[in-house]
Each structure stands twice: as structure tokens, then as C-alpha cells.
């Protein structure tokens, strides 16, 4: 760096040519101290430079250095702005005041004041683009904040540029400080769901690697909560009201004082509302059911081959597949699912305990060091009947939702029919498998036709759905345990495609005769917001420039355009690019599916009476309501959680 101050330096001088920008631009480019370490250096040849002027020599090679750090500047998103707007200020000062303090030196007055005159404006310029850049960032962030309202999102953003954490309004006052005051006005109005958005967002930013607080921010930040605390407790009874909220504000102080606390798992469950065990009583009822299918009658038992797709440590295993050639060449797709109302009553305790948890929670790694410990996932049923009396284990027989489609070469469903059955996968098969037989064959050959004829029935299928090519970007790029990524290509796709036709068929059975059901629902895009935020992308590219927001442009065009999907007993998928869905495929894993299993005890398996209908009705619409309440927690539960268990490592 030396070498590069002094014969940058030396250019000022007019004894050496100046280093190139695209030199001084690619150490930029190798990390933000480089790019930070550079500007300061042009800083410093400027201002040493000034210090000797005399008047007669011209100031464009500082005004040419001035336009470097521009440069620079709008090609690394992570520099220091706040120091440069210092510099630059400092620097408009001393060229105000050059002709003063230099009168024994100037011989041309009015040509001295010429070159400062122009070389201010080419500051003006820094000067400007700094405060642009810093608001613009900030406008960007805030949108994503108070619009999209997705921690998930945010933090992919965050990921993507950890710079957009240390942005400022035009008033100069931090992110994380508005984010507190919108904390304070959410508890003020009385908006719970408000409170706890912000209150998971303040988290996420304060458990970032690359947090920072300046200590003048970090005194401002500490003053309103101080202040908000007395306000919460300055008597008894309004203490104990707002006891959750100052538990809160007191973790927030022990992170912006960096004292931070380990947090315990079940601590964070309680905080959301999350049950990670079971009561003895739920226990029993899922034992009592053990060897309930070698009671069972009146059921089809499933003779064909099957198989089982799953990732390679699954243990709840809740759907398989049969694929065969009918005697007229059509195809034969059986898509089996494991059925919990074969086991349960809909009425029973450890049915609507299932539902109300909404959906089992996949976690990165186990947390409990204790006999049968959960790995990765908090269940909606206990493991002895997720894991083991209902899940579709190889060469065991299990009560089945079986649903049949007949499909023409074209890919024409020309049958259906869906039935209750007793399933016996013949093997527990990994997408690495799977697609290993695809790759080479194999030597079990009934598993090689069946697989062979279920990549044949997929493509028919494929062709007949037309998913946005967005949403799946976007689905293949979520961090979400919960759910698979979806890749459109080998055993995924075979798995992907086959749910997707099982879950719009059966949805479609309940839309065609105007029947209750709990569908999977997303709002349209809608085009004033998506041609809002198209904007404010394109301000930052420009702004910035560079392959950093290059990339944060292709995310936010994966996801920000994207609503949430939710559910509703009305209402259309956009991303699928499909009037009706449901899900009918995991119900050991998701209530949703529990509640569209007992859709179809009312409705398919026989003929509903009026009273039925409107109680199916009645039932989905109080359902749809308390699942899409309870999936903000359980994101921001996981959230929470891989911070805490960061920490601990």
C-alpha cells in the first residue's frame, strides 16, 4: 500500500504517471477493509497535496482523484460511507478556506479561486452520492421491513449485503433504532402481531456477525429503551401488564451492551408459544393404536409394487408411489398417503393437538440430550406413532389414503378414484438412490420399471402444469427445514410432480361439486407494488453497480414479488398457476392434511347431508384462520432458535 501512496503522490507532484483506476479498483474489490484502506489513502495524497498549494498550479489531478473515490465508492457496497462524508466534508472545508489560509503563497487570486470553484462541485458530487446511496439503501431496507414484512426474506437480504444492517435515514438515525421505535408504537397501538414481527426482526439484526452499533447509536438506543421500561413500570398493575414486553426490552439492552445471555430451547418455545413435548395422556393414545391394522376391515389391501422417495434420514415417511402399464398402455399412478383418521377419531384429543400445532418443525441440528431425543424436528405427533405405527416403513403394513389416476400418453387423466387402503411399501428408497437407478438401472428390476415408469408419467404430468418458473426459483432457493427444495429434475422431480398432481386432483374433486375444503392459497402479484419495489432495485443497481447487487437484484426478483401462501377454504395459487390446491400428502407432518383426510370422510366416502356441509364449513374456516396464525411463530421460533444455538457453538 505504500508503494501505492507514494507514487500516487508522486502524480500530484508531475513526476510519475497516476496508478490506473482499474488497479486501484481491483484491490478495492478483494474485501470492504481494502476498498476503505484505498479511499483513505486518496484522501490523504489530496490533502497533503493541498497543503503545499500555491495557486498556480491547476487542481485537476485532485479533482481526478476525487472522482476515483467515487468510483470506488459505488462499486463496493460495504464502505465506510459515514467516514467518507467526514473526509469529504473535511475536504470542502479546507478548499473553502485554501485561498485564506495560503494568501503569502497565491500570486493569481482569481484564477485559484477558479480551480477550487470547480473542484468544490466535483466534491458536491462525492458529497451527494454518499447521502444518495445511504438513503436509497435505507428507503430499499425499510420497504422490505414495513411492506414485505418476511423475516425469512430479510434475512437472505441481509446475507446477501450485511452492509444494508448499518444504513441510516436522512435524519442520520440507525436501521436498528427506527426498528425499536416501530417496536414501541406497535406495543403503544395495542398490535400484538406488529409487536412481535419487530420484536424477531430486532432479534435477527442483533444476533447478525455483523452488527454494529457506533457508541453515539448505541447511547440513543439505550435512552428510548430506558425510558419506554420506566413507562411500562411506573406502578404495579401496569408492570405486571406489560411484563412480557419488558422481559423483552431487558434482552434488548443485554444485546446492545453485548451481554449477551444463552438462551435455552424451551425458553424460546415458550416465547412462541411452541409445545416441543407431549402430555402423558396424548402419549397413551398414540400407543393404544399400535396394532390397530390387523384389526381393520373393509379396506383394499395394495398388491403392487411400491416404493418409498424420501431424504435419506427421513423417519416420518408419509406417502408412497405405484406406477403401472395398464393392459390398453395407459398408465396406472397410485399415489398412497399415510392416513391418521385411519388410526384416530377427528374428534379426538391428539387429533386437535396435532392441528393445533400446525405442522411438524424442522430444526438444523438436535437440542435434546435425553432418551428418544427429537432430531431436527418437533413432531405433531409423538414418534411412536409418526415414526413408527403410522409411517410407511418397507415390508409393514399401514392404513392408507390411496388416490388412483388412470393417464393416457398424452397425459390425460382419463380415471380416478380415490380409496381407503392398506399399504406395504416393498422398499425405503433416497432421492441419491433413485437417481442412481435413472443414471444406470438396476438389478431389482421390479423396482427398475416402477421407476422407469414413474419418470415416464411425470414427464406427461409436467407437461400439463405450468408453474412460474419464478416461484420455483424461489422454492429451490428457501432455507426452509420444513419443507424439501424443489428441483425440477430426476427423484425430486418424481416426488414434486406427483404431489403436485395428487394435491390439485383431490383439491379439484371438492371445487367441482362445491364441497368444503382447506386449500393452500396465494394472492396474485400485485402490480403496483411489484413495479414499486422493480424501481427501487434498479436505483440501488444503479447506485452501486458491481456483482453483489446483481445478485440481490435476482433474489429479490425470487422472492419479494412472491406473497406468502396461506390457507383458506376459497382461493387460487398464483405461483402454482392454479385455480384450486390443496393439501391432502403429509398428514403425519402438517394439520392442513389431517383436516382435508376428514373433507374427505364427510364428502367422498359417502354422500353429505346439509347439516354435515355446513359444519365442514364451519370447522375449515375456524381451522384456516388459527393454522395461518400459528405459522409466524413457528418461522420466527426456527429463526430465533438457529441464533441460539449458533451462539452456543
Known amino acids: 500500500m505504500k508503494s501505492i501512496e507514494k507514487s500516487l503522490t508522486n502524480y500530484l507532484n508531475g513526476t510519475a504517471p497516476r496508478v490506473s483506476e482499474e488497479v486501484l479498483i481491483n484491490y478495492a474489490s478483494k474485501s470492504s477493509d481494502k476498498a476503505n484502506e484505498i479511499i483513505d489513502i486518496l484522501f490523504n495524497v489530496i490533502n497533503y497535496d493541498l497543503d503545499s498549494y500555491n495557486g498556480e498550479k491547476s487542481l485537476e489531478k485532485i479533482r481526478d482523484l476525487i472522482k476515483c473515490i467515487n468510483t470506488i465508492m459505488l462499486n ?140 453515539k447509536d448505541k447511547k440513543k438506543c439505550l435512552e428510548i429503551i430506558y425510558n419506554e421500561i420506566n413507562h411500562m413500570s411506573y406502578n404495579k398493575k401496569k408492570k405486571k401488564q406489560n411484563t412480557a414486553y419488558i422481559d423483552f426490552l431487558n434482552t434488548l439492552l443485554d444485546g446492545i451492551k453485548g451481554e449477551q445471555k444463552t438462551v435455552k430451547i424451551d425458553g424460546l418455545a415458550k416465547m412462541h408459544n411452541i409445545s416441543i413435548s407431549f402430555s402423558p395422556e396424548i402419549i397413551i393414545q398414540a400407543n393404544s393404536v399400535k396394532n390397530k391394522v390387523g384389526t381393520m376391515t373393509g379396506r383394499e389391501f395394495v398388491s403392487d409394487y411400491a416404493i418409498t422417495i424420501d431424504k435419506e434420514d427421513a423417519v416420518e415417511i408419509d406417502d408412497a408411489l405405484t406406477c403401472k402399464i395398464l393392459p390398453n398402455g395407459n398408465y396406472l399412478l397410485g399415489v398412497h398417503i399415510a392416513s391418521v383418521l385411519g388410526y384416530f377419531s377427528w374428534d379426538s384429543d391428539i387429533v386437535k393437538e396435532a392441528i393445533d400445532r400446525g405442522r411438524s418443525i424442522y430444526l438444523p441440528r438436535k437440542y435434546q440430550e435425553v432418551e428418544d431425543d427429537y432430531e431436527r424436528v418437533i413432531p405433531i405427533f409423538p414418534y411412536s406413532f409418526s415414526a413408527q405405527t403410522a409411517s410407511l416403513l418397507p415390508n409393514e403394513k399401514r392404513l392408507a389414503r390411496s388416490y388412483f389416476y388412470e393417464i393416457d400418453k398424452y397425459g390425460n387423466i382419463v380415471n380416478e378414484v380415490f380409496k381407503k387402503t392398506i399399504v406395504m411399501s416393498n422398499m425405503k428408497t433416497s432421492y441419491e438412490q433413485i437417481d442412481e437407478v435413472l443414471r444406470k438401472g438396476s438389478k431389482n428390476k421390479e423396482l427398475e420399471e416402477l421407476v422407469k415408469n414413474l419418470y415416464e408419467v411425470t414427464e406427461l404430468i409436467n407437461k400439463k402444469y405450468h408453474v412460474k418458473e419464478m416461484y420455483e426459483k424461489m422454492k429451490a432457493n428457501i432455507d426452509d427445514f420444513s419443507d424439501l427444495p424443489v428441483k425440477n429434475i430426476g427423484a425430486q422431480k418424481i416426488i414434486n410432480m406427483t404431489m403436485l398432481l395428487n394435491n390439485h386432483r383431490a383439491g ?142
Not at 464502505?79 to 479546507?94: E, F, M, W
Not at 435477527?204 to 452499533?213: T, V
Open 508 to 649: 379439484g374433486f371438492f371445487k367441482k361439486n362445491g364441497y368444503p375444503c382447506l386449500y393452500r392459497v396465494q394472492d396474485d402479484i400485485k402490480e403496483s407494488d411489484a413495479r414499486k419495489l422493480q424501481a427501487m432495485i434498479d436505483s440501488l443497481r444503479t447506485t452501486y453497480g458491481g456483482e453483489a447487487y446483481e445478485q440481490l437484484f435476482k433474489q429479490i426478483n425470487l422472492n419479494g414479488f412472491y406473497p406468502k401462501a396461506k390457507y383458506d377454504i376459497e382461493g387460487s395459487h398464483y405461483g402454482l398457476g392454479l385455480d384450486h390446491y390443496g393439501h391432502f400428502t403429509s398428514p403425519i407432518r402438517r394439520g392442513p392434511d389431517i383436516v382435508n383426510e376428514h373433507a374427505l370422510e364427510v364428502c367422498y366416502d359417502k354422500e353429505p347431508t346439509d347439516e354435515e356441509m355446513l359444519q365442514l364449513q364451519h370447522e375449515i374456516t375456524i381451522i384456516s384462520r388459527e393454522i395461518n396464525a400459528k405459522q409466524m411463530p413457528i418461522d420466527l421460533f426456527i429463526s430465533d432458535y438457529k441464533y441460539a444455538y449458533q451462539k452456543r457453538r
Open 76 to 215: 463496493n457496497s460495504d464502505v465506510d460511507r459515514g467516514i467518507i462524508a467526514r473526509k469529504t466534508r473535511s475536504l470542502d472545508y479546507k478548499l473553502e478556506h485554501l485561498t485564506d489560509s495560503n494568501k503569502a503563497k497565491i500570486i493569481n487570486f482569481d484564477k485559484a479561486n477558479r480551480e477550487i470553484e470547480v473542484s468544490r462541485l466535483t466534491l458536491d458530487t462525492l458529497g451527494e452520492q454518499v447521502d444518495t446511496s445511504e438513503t436509497t439503501q435505507y428507503d430499499f431496507v425499510d420497504r422490505l421491513i414495513t411492506t414485505i414484512k418476511d423475516i425469512a426474506y430479510i434475512e437472505s437480504v441481509i446475507s446477501k449485503d450485511s452492509s444494508l444492517l448499518r444504513v441510516k435515514d436522512k435524519k442520520k438515525t440507525s436501521l436498528f433504532e427506527n426498528i425499536i421505535i416501530k417496536y414501541m408504537k406497535s406495543i403503544g397501538q395495542g398490535n400484538e402481531e406488529d409487536a412481535y414481527y419487530y420484536s424477531n426482526l430486532l432479534r435477527l439484526i442483533m444476533h447478525h456477525d455483523d452488527f454494529h452499533l457506533s457508541d
